[in-house]
């Protein structure tokens, strides 16, 4: 039975092709593997495209909800400038602080606004300015465009993003004395005004009181 078959395949091939069966599969065989080179020079292998897949199923992966920070100083907000991937991803406009976790192909590593992560730009974001010295939330000195264009940002990211807590203001602290704890002279002697009067007036009667007994003793 399988000589009759191979028989009739024989005779078919060489019906429709002209080739002898020999020849026949030597085409077929050398097909194949033309075929095989240039799907390695030009396709994916299996891996890659289990990887590219496994890949594309991480990005596609629900975003974890936005945390709460509450008050920071900006030195506790350079933390989340996106080096470290467990981390949100956090930017400051005008004190105000954003989770930009979701935009990390633009604020994040290697991004074209990466510099502005983990700060407040208000200042950059007003002037479009990549320097570093105008990384800061000081906006004074800004001209009205710049306050517009800053304002546009602020619009904009309040509309995209979740807020997520505020810059605490740090206070100057003052030296200078109060009026109740006097003032201190050359020899560190710290001189207190008087209760109920002016220091002043004070020593001048206590100076006019004592003269005035001393010319009574003379005269007498």
């Known amino acids: 039975m399988a000589l009759q078959l191979w028989d ?43 990887h590219q897949t496994s890949r594309s199923l991480e990005e596609m992966e629900p975003m974890p909800p936005p945390v709460q920070l509450g008050e920071i100083t900006e030195e ?13 991803l956090l930017m400051a406009i005008k004190g105000q602080i954003y ?27 007003a002037k479009m ?7 800061t939330g000081d906006i004074s000195g800004l001209g009205p465009f710049e306050l517009d264009a800053l304002q546009d940002w602020e619009y904009k990211f309040m509309s995209k993003y979740v807020t997520v807590g505020t810059i605490r203001k740090t206070v100057l602290e003052t030296n200078e004395p109060s009026p109740s704890e006097g003032t201190e002279d ?3 002697n710290v001189a207190k005004p008087a209760e109920g009067a002016a220091p002043e007036k ?19």
């Open 76 to 88: 506790d907000l350079r933390q989340y400038d996106g080096s470290d991937p467990k981390k949100p």
């Open 8 to 50: 009739t395949l024989k005779d078919a091939i060489t019906a429709y092709t002209g080739l002898s069966p020999a020849s026949f599969f030597t085409v077929v065989a050398l097909a194949l593997a033309l075929y095989y080179v240039v799907s390695g020079l030009f396709g994916s292998s299996p891996s890659s495209d289990h």
């Open 202 to 220: 004070v020593v001048e009667e206590t100076v006019e009181a004592t003269s005035a007994a001393e010319v009574e003793k003379k005269e007498e």
């Open 99 to 125: 989770d930009v976790s979701q935009s990390r192909m633009f604020y994040g590593p290697g991004g074209p606004y990466a510099l502005f992560a983990g700060k407040d730009a208000s200042r950059a974001l």
């Open 186 to 188: 050359a020899h560190g």
């Open 129 to 135: 300015s990549f320097e570093e010295n105008d990384l």
